[in-house]
C-alpha cells in the first residue's frame, strides 16, 4: 500500500507564498496519481488538482489556475504544491491523496494526514 | 461542472438502526461515484469506490448502491464507531473532480 507524509504546519501572512510537500513510499508509487485536496475549517472537502508523478503532467481545478502549482522533486516520490497570493480563505488543512487508476474511477486510495496551513496578519 | 447534492446534511441514529445517506449529482455520472469517512481531525478514508464495490478492509456492513444521478450510502447495523462525516465524490469528469458537502452522522 501507498504511504504519504506530508510536511508539517505552516503560517503565513496575506500575499505570501506556501509550499506543502508530500511523501510517498516507493512501492508500486510508479503506478498512482496524487490529488490535491484542501479543507477549510469547518467546512467540506474541496478537490485542488492532480499530478502524474511520472510525467509531470498536472490538471488543476479552475478556481485555482494560476495561483497553484503542482510539481515533483527529481526521485518524483515527493511532491508539491504551492499556493501564492494567499488570503485568510485559503486557511486550511491540505491532504495529497493517491489515485492508482490516474482517472479517479477508484476512487482515493490513500490520504496523507494532512498539512495545516494558517493564513493571518 | 458536476454538482453532488448529500441527504440529509446530518442525521442521529442508534447503535444497531439502518441509516442510509443519499447522494445526487447535476447530471448522469454513470458509477463515477465514490464514498468517504471522515472522523475528526482525521484524513478521509475510501468506503465505497464506483458506486457499490467496497474497499479493501472496510466492514462489510457498509454498502452503497445506484447510478445515473441518485446513489446511496447503507450502514446496515450502525456501531459506535461509525460517528463520523461521510462525503460522496463524482469523479466522472476528470477536470474536475466534486465533492458532496457532507452529511454528518451522530450515534444517540
Known amino acids: 500500500q501507498v504511504q504519504l507524509v506530508q510536511s508539517g504546519a505552516e503560517i503565513k501572512r496575506p500575499g505570501a507564498s506556501v509550499k506543502v510537500s508530500c511523501e510517498a513510499s516507493?512501492?508500486?508509487?510508479?503506478?498512482?496519481?496524487i490529488h490535491w485536496v484542501r479543507q477549510a475549517p469547518g467546512q467540506g472537502l474541496q478537490w485542488m488538482g492532480m499530478?502524474?508523478?511520472?510525467?509531470?503532467?498536472?490538471t488543476y481545478a479552475p478556481r485555482f489556475h494560476g495561483r497553484f502549482t503542482m510539481s515533483r522533486a527529481t526521485s518524483a516520490t515527493t511532491l508539491y504544491m504551492e499556493l501564492n497570493s494567499l488570503r485568510s480563505e485559503d486557511t486550511a488543512v491540505y491532504y495529497c491523496?493517491?489515485?492508482?487508476?490516474?482517472?479517479?474511477?477508484?476512487?482515493?486510495?490513500?490520504w496523507g494526514p494532512g498539512t495545516l496551513v494558517s493564513v493571518s496578519s | 461542472d458536476i454538482q453532488m447534492t448529500q441527504s440529509p446534511s446530518s442525521l442521529s441514529a442508534y447503535v444497531g438502526d439502518r441509516v442510509t445517506i443519499t447522494c445526487r449529482s447535476s447530471?448522469?455520472?454513470?458509477?463515477?461515484l465514490h464514498w468517504y469517512q471522515q472522523k475528526p481531525g482525521r484524513a478521509p478514508n475510501l468506503l465505497i469506490y464506483?458506486?457499490?464495490n467496497l474497499q479493501s478492509g472496510v466492514p462489510a456492513r457498509f454498502t452503497g448502491s445506484g447510478s445515473g444521478t441518485t446513489f446511496t450510502l447503507t450502514i446496515s447495523s450502525l456501531q459506535r464507531e461509525d460517528s463520523a462525516t461521510y462525503y460522496c465524490?463524482?469523479?466522472?469528469?476528470?477536470?474536475?473532480?466534486?465533492f458532496g458537502q457532507g452529511t454528518r452522522l451522530e450515534i444517540k
Open positions: 516507493a512501492e508500486t508509487f510508479s503506478d498512482y496519481f
Open positions: 499530478i502524474n508523478p511520472n510525467s509531470g503532467g498536472t
Open positions: 465524490q463524482q469523479s466522472r469528469n476528470t477536470y474536475m473532480f466534486t
Open positions: 447530471q448522469n455520472i454513470g458509477t463515477h
Open positions: 464506483a458506486a457499490s
Open positions: 491523496a493517491s489515485d492508482p487508476s490516474g482517472d479517479g474511477v477508484v476512487g482515493f486510495d490513500f
